[in-house]
């Protein structure tokens, strides 16, 4: 096979891998972002990212933790440009997330499936604030002014409930690991 005709096979299945590892890719960055349009601009970065490393891809590796650690990158990046903005997740809390989430055993639909089980453990109060911020993406004024509290309490029990979330998240990773072991 020509050079020539050996480099468009690559290309091939390299886009064929990329094509496949959307979905993932999608919801890895959609734990890491709140907002789904930065969701989808961060993916089309990545894309882009990967095409342009492509010919670094060893293709007798996994190709999602490789194409993860550069959907990482552009988060990384991406939340650098809006750190004016209020964030969700600290550095911190993300980078946690992003190693639990960069293995490859790690299912995306298993980590649905835990995240929503550790929503329903929530006391309703804090299910029905989580659904209001992040699914609906009420502003804290709003909830505040809904629940009667102020905006710092709001705030506060946003926090206590993330927390809660993210402990249960663990707990149920390393339960899910230990089955596995």
């Known amino acids: 096979m020509s050079e020539s005709n050996q480099s468009e096979a690559n290309s091939q ?4 891998e990329l094509t496949r590892a959307q979905f993932d890719l999608f919801a890895y960055i959609r734990i890491l972002l709140r907002s789904v349009q930065d969701v989808s601009d961060v993916l089309q970065d990545t894309n882009t990212v990967l095409w342009k490393k492509r010919e670094l891809y060893d293709t007798d590796l996994p190709f999602l933790p490789w194409a993860k650690a550069f959907a990482y990158q552009q988060v990384r990046a991406y939340r650098q440009k809006q750190s004016r903005s209020r964030l969700v997740f600290n550095d911190k809390i993300m980078d946690i997330f992003s190693e639990k989430l960069s293995m490859e055993r790690y299912s995306v639909h298993a980590s649905f499936d835990r995240l929503e089980s550790c929503i329903e453990k929530l006391p309703e109060r804090q299910r029905k ?10 502003p804290l004024e709003v909830l505040a002014r809904n629940m009667k509290c102020s905006v710092n309490a709001v705030s506060i029990l946003l926090c206590r409930t993330r927390q809660a979330l993210l402990d249960c998240l663990f707990a149920e990773t390393k339960g899910a690991d230990n089955e596995t072991a």
């Open 13 to 16: 299945l390299f886009m064929n």
């Open 129 to 138: 604030l989580i659904n209001a911020r992040y699914h609906i993406g009420e």
